[in-house]
């Protein structure tokens, strides 16, 4: 039995968890899986073909490794076995990245409702001790969100001290645990428990008397990056896991309603179409004992949608063009016809959202992957916003990407900083008064709307350092996190936004918040 949380981790981050999903989905949808040892091999081979698990690494021929994987999306409420037929099915959260939803805005929710007891936890070969009654990540955000703690935790104070100690969600317990957190910042490894090891010894094998943590700093790294996954938090520059400031408010909101528990983790398929239903839904009123026949066209639809997420993930894609149907018949081999009728009928609106897991990654790595960021600021800009977009950065002395509209006759320049917290210094905004802005000002075929910067975060200083610009130059500007760029993609097609508002939103002369979108 496992006395400490515990999560399952054949990947340690959750990017690639809907292509997973979609290989289950077009390999063992509505079919038995207990036992079926063909099944878990084909899986198995077909996680390896698509690159989402490392070839070679089965150690047995008994799709071992298959299992790992699907204990992995079990465990995130997004499949289940229905217990009339012993077949695999998705739940709605399931169904729901299927369909081209946002995976972070699904896998939010499932990680907030992630609990401790759940069917997984108290799975065969998981079993975590029947002490936690907890949810763990919304724990972490409430500890986050305390000013005693200096509004940060570490990995190793989250796998010493919060996933060993923190049982339940009482204010007794959470009051403990805080306690503990100052007291281990004081004194460290002497403040735990002199049979530390015996209490929470690894699961398999001996403590490693070279790396005596190991085995519960990998879980808490594990636990950041699931947090980290979800968008409201991220480690900032000293390694401190943070909220990031434009989703305090979120954070407060979540933590301001307490949910009820999910009952009866003991039944599995209650509680995982409890656990598994999606933000758009309360409950499952799916009738799933319906058996259906499997056509050649169907087995051809989930190839479909299995290549269609695959893509998504790389590349924002806001509709169905003749490139997207093109790409995705040179990877199924399947029938043009068959595929753009599928894609229109699946995914009208595209995927959007499911790139953007990648693209606030981006905005956080620094100047190693500037060029990348760049580039997909500019694919954003014309898939998400319907403008042109060039990438002009190599060109010297010039922003990263210069955007047009013909509906409203205007221009605009971009520049990323992959930065936690950006702040414009004096070259960056030498370049930005004497350079960019004079360039693009003058002789083009619009005349220049607003300047903007798109960063992770900013620094105190930045609506002071933007006016300073906008003043100078007596050009309209601005500073845009990457999560209020992300949230301005989602509401774009919902409040039925154009590139009038957009210039708007561009042209605060300030940084631009949650509230003005």
Not at 478 to 486: G, L, M, P, Q
Request: proline share 4%; hydrophobic share 35%.
């Amino acid at each position: 039995m496992l006395n400490y949380w515990w999560v399952t981790r054949p990947k340690r981050k959750l990017n690639s968890i809907p292509e997973v999903l979609s290989t289950f989905a077009e390999q063992a949808l509505d079919e038995e899986w207990q036992g079926q040892r063909d099944t878990h091999l084909s899986l198995e081979e077909a996680l390896e073909q698509a690159g989402l698990k490392r070839v070679g690494e089965r150690r047995d021929q008994t799709g071992g490794g298959a299992r790992i994987y699907k204990a992995w999306v079990s465990s995130l409420g997004l499949i289940f076995i229905q217990e009339s037929t012993g077949k695999l099915k998705l739940t709605l959260a399931g169904e729901a990245i299927m369909a081209g939803e946002s995976p972070v805005e699904v896998l939010k929710h499932q990680i907030l409702k992630y609990q401790f007891p759940s069917s997984f936890s108290l799975s065969r070969g998981v079993q975590v001790s029947p002490r936690f009654k907890i949810r763990p990540f919304r724990f972490l955000l409430r500890l986050l969100s305390d000013s005693r703690l200096g509004y940060y935790l570490t990995e190793e104070e989250i796998a010493k001290i919060v996933i060993t100690e923190a049982e339940t969600e009482k204010d007794e317990c959470y009051e403990r645990i805080v306690n503990r957190l100052l007291q281990f910042r004081n004194y460290g490894d002497s403040c735990l428990s002199p049979d530390f090891f015996d209490l929470y010894k690894p699961s398999k094998g001996q403590v490693n008397p070279a790396y005596p943590f190991r085995h519960l700093t990998d879980i808490a790294n594990t636990i950041v990056n699931w947090l980290e996954y979800t968008q409201l938090a991220k480690r900032n520059d000293d390694g401190q896991l943070v909220i990031l400031d434009d989703k305090r408010d979120e954070v407060q909101s979540i933590l301001s309603v307490t949910p009820p528990f999910i009952d009866r983790p003991e039944q599995h398929e209650y509680f995982q179409r409890k656990y598994g239903i999606d933000p758009k839904h309360t409950k499952d009123l799916r009738n799933l004992t319906a058996t259906r026949t499997v056509t050649h066209k169907m087995i051809a639809e989930q190839k479909i949608k299995q290549a269609f997420i695959s893509e998504s993930l790389k590349t924002p894609i806001g509709k169905i063009t003749t490139a997207i149907i093109d790409k995705i018949v040179d990877m199924t081999g399947i029938d043009a016809q068959l595929v753009e009728e599928t894609l229109l009928r699946l995914y009208p609106r595209g995927a959007i959202g499911s790139f953007m897991t990648e693209y606030f990654e981006m905005a956080f790595r620094g100047r190693d992957d500037a060029t990348e960021f760049e580039l997909a600021t500019v694919e954003l800009f014309k898939n998400a916003f319907d403008l042109r977009a060039e990438h002009i950065g190599p060109q010297g002395l010039t922003p990263d990407v210069l955007v047009l509209s013909d509906q409203e006759g205007f221009i605009g320049i971009i520049d990323n900083k992959a930065y936690s917290k950006y702040a414009i210094s004096n070259d960056h905004r030498n370049r930005m008064v004497h350079n960019y802005i004079p360039r693009y000002r003058s002789g083009q075929q619009y005349p220049l709307a607003f300047f903007g910067y798109i960063s992770g975060g900013f620094g105190s200083s930045i609506n002071a350092q933007i006016k300073s610009i906008v003043d100078e130059t007596n050009v309209h500007g601005s500073a845009i996190s990457v999560s209020n760029v992300i949230k301005l993609v989602e509401l774009y097609p919902q409040r039925g936004y154009n590139h009038a508002r957009l210039k708007d939103i561009l042209s605060l002369d300030r940084q631009v918040l949650l509230a003005d979108l």
